[in-house]
């Protein structure tokens, strides 16, 4: 199984297309998410090391750019957050993932267990 985040949520996306088994489009979106997360987490501390050298200046403009903007009141940590999260969810990884989920949920299956009733 593939460990690079990106092609690993390509890949489950591409299997759910074919699914209907609630099950088994379980499985596919917890081994999504987790791999969301680390492609999250990858992305993040990618623009930390970009950003790093860089003024407020610079990574507010970056973050305009991204559509993120650096609000009044928000940290320098926070921004540089906020424009990762917006370069992650541009990206095609991120992409497949709400495929992943929109196909899941058509067919019932979540993140949440259901409640006992």
Do not use: I, K
């Amino acid at each position: 199984m593939d460990t690079n985040p990106t092609a690993l949520l390509l890949g489950l996306a591409s299997r759910a297309q074919g699914l209907t088994d609630r099950e088994a489009l379980q499985d596919l979106l917890a081994a999504g998410h987790r791999a969301w997360c680390e492609g999250v987490d990858d992305v993040r501390s990618a623009v930390g090391r970009e950003t790093a050298d860089l003024s407020d200046r610079e990574v507010a403009d970056r973050c305009a750019v991204a559509g993120a903007p650096w609000e009044s009141g928000t940290s320098r940590d926070e921004a540089v957050s906020a424009l990762a999260f917006a370069a992650w969810d541009a990206s095609p990884a991120a992409m497949a993932y709400t495929d992943l989920v929109e196909r899941a949920s058509l067919f019932g299956a979540c993140l949440l267990p259901e409640e006992s009733r």
